[in-house]
């Protein structure tokens, strides 16, 4: 089984600056997928970035970073100069890339970050 | 990436009576969707796995029989709850698989909000 863990139920970041939000997991899967996804107050689930447990280099994305620790087993979004429009939810995600288990994503509790001006 | 529909984007119903929510990729054939129910600041739960032309797979604890899925073409997935009760009040979601560069992720819908009263 597979789980995911963001231990930061909210946040407040100053406009400009960078915030990190933490996500931790838990699989028995030799090799997985991690993901970042943003959920603003509409609803819609926006992908961010992706970090492959086997990839040598952690991800980025324009201003998303992540930051894979694989033996801490952690997966940490950075946001760097923040901006207000990055007021949002974010969820962690997994997925087993065993192709039995049919991309399923199994998410975290999600993290609200608040930018302020 | 995916771009992905849902109709309706709200709908407020009687207790007892059906609601059918349409998922529809938009820019490519799509075997697999995703159905989610997301409560309100809580983290996106699978609900089934919907496959065009065979049955769909359902999460431990959903009723396949409360919440019927159907995907009859590539490219439409249709999520009916019957004799819908206030307890099944909730953000309904789906996704679908595409890809972002050289990785396979899910891009969710707008999501549809359901009211029962």
């Known amino acids: 089984a597979q789980k995911i863990t963001q231990t930061q139920p909210g946040m407040f970041v100053q406009e400009k600056e960078a915030v990190t939000l933490d996500c931790t997991y838990d699989?028995?899967?030799?090799?997985?997928?991690l993901f970042w996804y943003k959920q603003p107050s509409s609803g819609e689930m926006i992908f961010l970035i992706y970090?492959?447990?086997?990839?040598?280099q952690n991800a980025t994305e324009g201003r998303y970073s992540l930051n894979f620790q694989k033996a801490r087993k952690s997966a940490n979004l950075v946001i760097s100069a923040s901006q207000l429009g990055d007021s949002a939810m974010y969820f962690c995600?997994?997925?087993?890339?065993?192709?039995?288990?049919?991309?399923?994503?199994?998410f975290g509790g999600g993290t609200r970050v608040l930018v302020k001006p | 990436g995916a771009v992905v529909s849902q109709h309706p984007s709200w709908v407020i119903c009687k207790s007892g009576t059906s609601v059918k929510i349409e998922c529809r990729s938009l820019?490519?054939?799509?075997?697999?969707m995703f159905w989610y129910r997301q409560f309100p600041k809580q983290s996106l739960m699978l609900m089934a796995t919907?496959?065009?032309?065979?049955?769909?797979?359902?999460e431990q604890g959903v009723e396949k029989d409360k919440f019927l899925i159907n995907h009859a073409s590539l490219t439409l997935s249709t999520l009916t709850v019957t004799s819908a009760h206030p307890e099944d009040s909730s953000f309904y979601i789906c996704?679908?698989?595409?890809?972002?560069?050289?990785?396979?992720?899910?891009?969710f819908g707008p999501g549809t909000r359901l009211l029962v009263l």
């Open positions: 996704s679908v698989i595409g890809t972002s560069g050289r990785t396979e992720t899910q891009y």
């Open positions: 970090q492959g447990s086997y990839d040598q």
């Open positions: 820019d490519f054939q799509a075997t697999t």
């Open positions: 919907s496959n065009e032309g065979s049955k769909a797979t359902y």
């Open positions: 995600a997994m997925r087993g890339q065993i192709k039995a288990a049919g991309n399923k994503l199994t």
């Open positions: 699989t028995s899967d030799p090799s997985y997928g």
